[in-house]
Nanobody
Framework: QVQLVESGGGLVQAGGSLRLSCAAS????????MGWFRQAPGKERESVAA????????YYQDSVKGRFRISRENAKNTLDLQMNNVEPKDTAVYYC?????????????????WGQGTQVTVSS
């Protein structure tokens, strides 16, 4: 069983930056594909970014390409999301998630373990 705890959310002005972190415990973090997802009020959960087990390959939703960067540090069991040039449309609860597959995916149905989420609010 893997426990995931997100941190780093908050209020930021449009154009600013924010760094989210996810701490994993239990399970075999270094073998899991990992992803960040988000859900805004009244909207469906959507993908943000994902990263393979070894950090070599990353995947991004089109709307965040060039602005967000996903990374992981297997030695510390941590996953990060660096968010730059944020926009009001990025406002949502952000979740980190783990899949048993070592190859990550932007399909949230493939993820087994989820954190409780952290709120990101971008003001205009």
């Amino acid at each position: 069983q893997v426990q995931l705890v997100e941190s780093g959310g908050g209020l930021v002005q449009a154009g600013g930056s924010l760094r989210l972190s996810c701490a994993a415990s239990g399970g075999s973090f270094r073998t899991y594909g990992m992803g960040w997802f988000r859900q805004a009020p009244g909207k469906e959960r959507e993908s943000v970014a994902a990263i393979d087990w070894n950090g070599v390959r990353t995947y991004y939703q089109d709307s965040v390409k060039g602005r967000f960067r996903i990374s992981r540090e297997n030695a510390k069991n941590t996953l990060d999301l660096q968010m730059n040039n944020v926009e009001p449309k990025d406002t949502a609860v952000y979740y980190c998630a783990a899949t048993h597959s070592s190859i990550a995916s932007l399909n949230f149905h493939e993820y087994t373990y989820w954190g409780q989420g952290t709120q990101v609010t971008v003001s205009s």
